[in-house]
């Protein structure tokens, strides 16, 4: 059965440095999503992309966020200079697009980001 | 704005038990209610959804029902097993304006033991 696949699956850095998550999405899926979920906290929606642009973001990503899809497999979330508390599990998601309000959206295992 | 509130965890059963997540929701409009799970180890599985009022979801022997009437999509198992431990989430996802982003309780962490 495809797969959702992110790397790596943890990632220590220091704050102030800048760190990208892969993620491979399931090969005909047309949306993908970053979330994230703090220790504790709720699972939190960070981005959608669509057809090579953001098409929806949430208030946490700020301009210290990028996303992109550099070839026809990957798509990456860039986090420019790390703060502490850019320490979370970080979810890849992708679905089809073709009913977005019942679509089912496929999760990745998540990277887990520790900011020194 | 939107939100899901679920029950505290942890939850911990013996096996053959039965299980109740609630799961409550907040949203404007129609959401779609979506319960993902998550093993040890693992990403968010989808588990179960509804797309509209009355609906039921089913799968792996659990169910849940969209009730509008209270707002709710409580999670539940007749007879639940050791290999049903994990992490439960309940979500929503929003129809018309949102591009579809899912927005999720806490979770529920669910131990059973032999």
């Known amino acids: 059965e495809p797969e959702v696949t992110q790397t790596p699956s943890h990632q220590v850095t220091q704050m102030g440095q800048e760190v990208i998550l892969r993620c491979v999405p399931i090969s005909n899926h047309l949306y993908f999503y970053w979330y994230r979920q703090i220790l504790g906290q709720k699972v939190e929606f960070l981005v959608s992309f669509y057809n090579n642009e953001i098409s929806e973001k949430s208030e946490i990503f700020d301009d210290q966020f990028s996303v992109e899809r550099p070839d026809g497999s990957n798509f990456t979330l860039k986090i420019r200079s790390t703060k502490l508390e850019d320490s979370a599990m970080y979810f890849c998601?992708?679905?089809?697009?073709?009913?977005?309000?019942?679509?089912?959206?496929?999760f990745g295992p998540g990277t887990r980001l520790t900011v020194l | 704005g939107n939100s899901v509130t679920q029950m505290e965890g942890p939850v911990t059963l013996s096996e053959e038990a039965f299980l109740t997540i609630n799961c409550t929701y907040t949203?404007?409009?129609?959401?779609?209610l979506f319960w993902y799970v998550q093993y040890p180890g693992e990403g968010l599985q989808l588990l179960l959804k509804a797309t509209k009022a009355d609906d039921k979801g089913s799968n792996k022997g659990f169910e849940a029902t969209y009730r509008k009437e209270t707002t709710s999509f409580h999670l539940e198992k007749g007879s639940v097993q050791v290999s049903d431990s994990a992490v439960y989430f309940c979500?929503?996802?929003?129809?018309?304006?949102?591009?579809?982003?899912?927005?999720f309780g806490k979770g529920t962490k669910l131990s059973v033991k032999p």
């Open positions: 949203a404007t409009g129609y959401p779609s």
């Open positions: 979500a929503l996802r929003s129809y018309g304006g949102s591009q579809g982003n899912l927005i």
């Open positions: 998601a992708s679905s089809t697009g073709t009913l977005l309000s019942t679509d089912t959206q496929y």
